[in-house]
């Protein structure tokens, strides 16, 4: 494959961002043009539920330097948005009328919050979180007192439940599921997240669901609930989820997955030549899981970004890493490392669930699928090898054993 004359990257996320740095980074000389929608120049999300949203930090933590764009001669096109892909003549365009012909494309588009389909599920005055304007504007509602509600008990809601508390609001977070994290951790380290948040003062409203939202369209005044009760509220965060952006692949007529975003190879390459996907929107073959997998994670997006820019310039390499996924609430850190299904596979926990120290691992057949080490940070390198190579080992070994000596 000759090296390309002109990449274009649609997406100035993580992805978007690492992989037009990767490009430089590997020497490439060519056209690169990054367009994205934000305004701001590539950042990273991370901080914006925990440092920015407590207050810590008035920035998030930036991709790359200011000028380092200008400096590289990466075309970064802020404030706008790709409006189609022509896979035919190999050409992007752009709503400022502008048309971007490539030799290689890469579409990293992100995820978008998901809206509720219930009444009043699209007030304008309703929050979301995903981008910095929308952390700094939620920011300025945290204050003592103010009433909040938060609804979905995943991580973005358990992150800004706890930035609130931190302002001295009044947090209530409603979860249609019986715990927050439920889906993602299982019963029972799932209810040391309930545990942790009520200790810290938030109100649950847990196995109930919303019926709809009331006020006039800039403000929200209540959340009514299925129970026939409604939940007073100055401010109400809707945090119930992503969805990959897979608007641009759809209509340009790229294959999607089956489950959700868009269908590429182990080497992220989409169904067209010359079209490759990464981070949140790519649902990539995975060769050690043996299907597609669509990760929502800082790591991927990082990681997939770096790797995909060789891909692109014609190296053909598989990404193969264990999605990987970090949060904190309150006094509170962890990590997770692997893929696994909290429902089907084995749970076996190292340490104390009541003093939140421990680490949890979830098993099949015997063998370690993932690891999630709370608030001890001593065993990441065993962790990771653990889990990148499926360990056979026993629960009571995982449980009692030094764990650099099971890998
Ligand atoms: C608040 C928040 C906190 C998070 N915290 C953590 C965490 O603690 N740990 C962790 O592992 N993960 C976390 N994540 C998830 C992680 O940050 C994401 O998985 C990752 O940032 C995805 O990167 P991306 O580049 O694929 O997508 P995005 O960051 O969503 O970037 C996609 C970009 O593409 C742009 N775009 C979309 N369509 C177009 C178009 N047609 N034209 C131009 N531009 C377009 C969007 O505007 C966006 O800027 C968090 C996510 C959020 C929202």
Redesign the pocket.
């Known amino acids: 494959m000759a090296e390309p004359h002109h990449v274009v990257i649609?997406?100035?996320?993580?992805?978007?961002?690492?992989a037009a740095g990767g490009l430089r980074e590997r020497g490439y000389q060519g056209v690169i043009t990054l367009?994205?929608?934000?305004a701001h120049r590539?950042y990273?999300?991370?901080?914006?539920?925990?440092a920015v949203l407590l207050g810590d930090a008035s920035e998030p933590d930036w991709v790359h330097d200011e000028g380092y764009y200008e400096a590289q001669h990466i075309d970064l096109r802020t404030g706008?948005?790709?409006?189609a892909v022509h896979l035919g003549d190999r050409a992007v365009l752009?709503d400022t009328g502008a048309r971007h012909p490539y030799d290689r494309l890469l579409l990293?588009?992100?995820?978008?919050?998901r809206a509720l389909p219930v009444p009043g599920g699209d007030l304008a005055g309703l929050r979301t979180?995903?981008?910095l304007d929308d952390?700094l504007a939620l920011r300025d509602t945290f204050a003592d007192g103010v009433r909040v509600v938060i609804v979905g008990g995943g991580?973005?809601g358990c992150?800004a439940a706890a930035a609130a508390r931190k302002h001295g609001a009044s947090v209530t977070v409603v979860e249609p599921l019986p715990l927050p994290l439920h889906r993602t951790l299982g019963p029972t380290i799932a209810e040391v997240f309930r545990d942790l948040h009520a200790a810290n003062g938030v109100t649950w409203r847990l196995g109930v669901g919303v019926a709809g939202f009331e006020g006039t369209e800039d403000v929200v005044s209540g959340v009514a609930l299925a129970d026939g009760t409604t939940l007073e509220a100055d401010v109400v965060l809707v945090g119930v989820g992503?969805a990959p952006?897979v608007?641009?692949a759809r209509a340009a007529g790229l294959e999607l997955a089956d489950t959700s975003g868009v269908a590429v190879d182990a080497t992220l390459r989409t169904s067209a030549p010359d079209v490759y996907a990464?981070?949140?929107?790519?649902a990539h073959f995975h060769p050690r899981y043996g299907k597609r997998i669509r990760?929502?994670?800082?790591?991927?997006?990082k990681d997939q970004?770096a790797l995909v820019a060789g891909n692109l310039l014609g190296e053909s390499t598989p990404y193969t890493a264990s999605p990987?996924?970090?949060?904190?609430q309150y006094d509170l850190g962890m990590e997770v490392r692997g893929h696994w299904d909290p429902f089907e596979d084995d749970l076996v926990i190292r340490g104390d669930l009541t003093a939140r120290e421990f680490t949890a691992f979830w098993t099949r057949a015997g063998r370690v699928q993932a690891a999630m080490n709370v608030n001890q940070w001593d065993d990441g390198e065993a962790l990771q090898a653990l889990v990148d190579n499926q360990t056979a080992v026993s629960a009571e070994d995982l449980r009692s054993r030094d764990l650099a000596s099971l890998r």
């Open positions: 649609v997406g100035t996320g993580l992805a978007g961002a690492s367009i994205g929608q934000d590539p990273e999300l991370p901080a914006l539920s925990k706008t948005t790709a409006t752009d990293a588009t992100g995820s978008s919050p979180l995903r981008t952390a991580w973005i992150e992503a952006r608007d641009l990464a981070g949140d929107i790519a990760v929502e994670h800082w790591a991927n997006a970004g990987y996924f970090f949060s904190d």
